[in-house]
């Protein structure tokens, strides 16, 4: 049974770090890219960042604000989020996709999705 599980979420003022961890079970992690999603109220999911062993792409509005890294030996991909802004505030999911083609940007490439987290950052 395949499982990802988000955490670290929470509320956060301007300009504050958050680190968010999503633990997967169930398949082999390290074969498989490993993305982050979030959605904010009233607009689209959209990709922040994905991960293929040591491979990174970002989206722009995240760039040199966020790192994403992820542990094979924990089975656990994270999220460093820094200097948060207000418009970072939404459901932050993490996803995994089988496949060799990079990099992955859309919701549709994912086969596996965690339940997500709330990110709630204050002006």
């Known amino acids: 049974q395949v499982q990802l599980v988000e955490s670290g979420g929470g509320l956060v003022q301007a300009g504050g770090s958050l680190r968010l961890s999503c633990a997967a079970s169930?398949?082999?992690?390290?074969?498989?890219?490993m993305g982050w999603f979030r959605q904010a109220p009233g607009k689209e999911r959209e990709i922040v960042a994905a991960?293929?062993?040591?491979?990174?792409n970002y989206a722009d509005s995240v760039k040199g604000r966020f790192t994403i890294s992820r542990d094979n030996a924990k089975n656990t991909v994270y999220l460093q989020m820094n200097s948060l802004k207000p418009e970072d505030t939404a459901v932050y999911y993490c996803?995994?996709?089988?496949?060799?083609?990079?990099?992955?940007?859309?919701?549709?490439?994912?086969?596996?999705w965690g339940q997500g987290t709330q990110v709630t950052v204050s002006s």
């Open positions: 996803a995994a996709s089988w496949g060799h083609s990079w990099p992955k940007l859309a919701e549709y490439e994912y086969n596996y």
């Open positions: 169930g398949f082999t992690f390290s074969t498989y890219t």
């Open positions: 991960i293929r062993t040591s491979s990174t």
